[in-house]
């Protein structure tokens, strides 16, 4: 059986891993991976600058969802687990002017210490009396099980009031999804968190036995010595193995164009080989089965000839854009804060989202006494930053660190990243818009989506994606004794 997977980012490799492993234990598939770009790892992009590991973007994964975790296991890369420093975990929030820490045992909104949010200069006091009144964590609950979706904004102003909104949820979600709580849904966001809070609890045991694994205490992000990009070169090595064995074959430099049904046979059958794959450059393909690795608006893009209703659910889902500026200093600059970083709320009035004092949060990040800021900006807040230069951006974290910092110094070095539409935005609706998506594509047997657009947007769950259509590929293979 021909396999094609789309996109050669995290979930593609870790589907294209899984296949290969499958078919060297037998499962008869070759498997071919399309790649537009001239390199794997889409957005994970580590590169080293004198003695500086630097992400482009995303440094880490969440320890507890343990998909991440698991993968890397697989790929023989435990003892290069790197736990986050969380002894020294403490986050800011800019308010009025000056960085308030975030209440110890807040996450989002839910917490199971009152006394921390009680006393913060974060909540007014009228949003203390409804944390005190409401209960927090069961309110949590009550955002997982509404039926009712709503946005964000709706949901937390009604419950803590504006306080609540603005000093602290609207800059959180502004720095994981780059979103605006008005549109945000609170039945895919919140619900989120809260089923992390919950998993926090219930996955003890699973830490516990990382803990015993890497030999070391389990935090609360893991990344690998190298960096990311440890991950992906681990699994081109297992590619280029499967490579060699003929089951797999690397097409980088191919950007697919359209997705093509091969005619149902007279009885309405699926056809085997059932799509055709056309590349950029007139180049096509025949396969049975195809794992679109890709953001949600490409996988419209290419699905379009063969179902504009799926198209247009697909193009539904909005995406934002990201920078990065990281700021390297080979000697410290003085007075940094302690902890792992700020964020900014959208009543600061300024461009950056977030910055990360990546040389608190993780080891072997920056030389010895100097020191790593990542900063964010983008996001819902600014479209079309990313079209600005890079002397711009870096003038712009600049000046706005100075201003909350006090940073004068300026960096030994600097480096910009760019990503255009990466962040998937789970608006309101956002679920249900998925259901119908899944509904509708199961009308087309072999086509599998698999990416951070439909069920969580961090790396885990990324390959969480990739290992389920990988496992619906393999039954589909009749493979299910693999
Ligand atoms: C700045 C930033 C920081 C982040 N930080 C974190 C973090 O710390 N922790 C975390 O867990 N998550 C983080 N995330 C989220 C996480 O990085 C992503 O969800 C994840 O990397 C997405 O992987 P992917 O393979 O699904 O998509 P991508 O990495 O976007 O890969 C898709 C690939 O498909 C290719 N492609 C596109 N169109 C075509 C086509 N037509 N034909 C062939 N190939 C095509 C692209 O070139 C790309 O290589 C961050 C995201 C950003 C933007």
Known sequence: MRVAVLGGGITGLAAAYMLARAASAAAPLEISLFEAGDRLGGLIQTEQWEDFILEGGPDSFLTEKLDAIAF??????????????????????????????????????????????????????????????????????????????????????????????????????????????????????????????????????????????AGKSASIFTTLKEGMGQLTRAVERQLALAEKSGIFRLCLRQRVRSIERLHLDRAGETPRPAYGIHLEGGTHFEVDAVILALPAFECARLLRPISSRLADLLSSIPYTSAVTVALCYCAAPPNLPGGFGFLVPRSSGGKLLACTFVHNKFDFRAPHGGALLRCFLGGARQPGVEAMENHELVAIVLTELRKILNLMKEPSFSR??????????????????????EKEIGNYPGLFLAGNAWSGVGISDCIRTAKSAATKVLQMADGSHY
């Not at 609706?429 to 259901?435: C, F, P």
């Open 416 to 437: 910009v990243w760019r990503w255009p539409q990466a962040m998937p935005q789970y608006n309101v609706g956002h679920a249900d818009r998925v259901r119908e998506i």
């Open 72 to 213: 890397c296991r697989e790929l023989g890369l435990e003892s290069a687990f790197l736990g986050s420093n969380d002894a020294r975990r403490r986050t800011y929030i800019l308010h009025q002017g000056r960085l308030a820490q975030i209440p110890a045992g807040m996450a989002l909104f839910a917490s199971r210490r009152f006394v921390p949010a009680l006393i913060s200069p974060l909540f007014p006091l009228e949003t203390k009396l409804r944390i005190l009144r409401e209960g927090l964590s069961s309110r949590a609950a009550d955002a997982q099980t509404s039926r009712r979706d709503e946005s964000v904004a709706d949901y937390i102003s009604r419950r803590f009031g504006p306080g609540m909104l603005e000093n602290f949820i609207e800059p959180m979600l502004a720095g994981v999804y780059g979103g605006e709580p008005e549109n945000l849904s609170a039945q895919s966001v919140l619900s989120r968190f809260g089923q992390s809070e919950e998993r926090s609890a219930k996955l003890t045991r699973g830490k516990i036995a990382i803990q015993k694994g």
